[in-house]
């Protein structure tokens, strides 16, 4: 076992369950479409990272059956399913569930940021000292890390409004007492918009989702304001 731990955070692909924001553009299919190749971008990307010295670890949701999404799955990667009522007591769930097993240093990220890579995961365990965040643009966080010592149960299990643009500042309120370290801002994929910013920033190697945009433009076009 590694002293680091790496857990992808996401929601079982089930159309009409998932990415419903992309919906104003996409059908409930189209959106759980670009769910899954995000994530399969993901698994490709990130399955080096066990040589880096990094375990790495799957939470997934109950919204449906994993069986198709653990197929996929690099047997490198060990899986669970997430706990809790809110997205909060989920994440807390799966970091301390991880902890448990012996590790000093944990990272969680969301499963919907194509440009996330290794570079930027391997640099939130080395720039952590507490606790570090990669804030979003939208005014929320891709990424949460901290030490062993660190119980962030009093920011999962407070009164957040996960999902707006106060996440990230009404985090920091309950961190004062700790040395808190940043990542860059990155894009998540929650409404068409960013998917239309993303196609003229998509890294190379998200070929899934690259290859996805790539037929399904003419669709976008006419079915929206791309």
Known sequence: MNKCAYILFTRVPVPNKVKTRLQSLLSGEEACQVQQEILLDSFQKFEGLNECGIDLYLAYSDEGDPASLLSALPKNFHSFQQH???????????IKLVFAKGYEKVVLTGSDI?????????????????????????????????????????IFETNISWGKSEVLKQTLQHLTDYQVDFLSPLQDVDYPEDLKMLQHDLKKENQYLMYWLEENRGLLNEKSHF
């Open 84 to 94: 809790g009522a809110t997205i909060g007591q989920r994440m807390n769930h799966a």
């Open 114 to 154: 194509p440009n996330l890579d290794t570079t930027i995961i391997q640099s939130a365990f080395h720039q952590m000292c507490e606790i570090v965040f990669g804030p979003s643009p939208d005014g929320g966080y891709y990424l949460v890390g901290c030490t062993q010592s660190i119980d962030l149960t009093p």
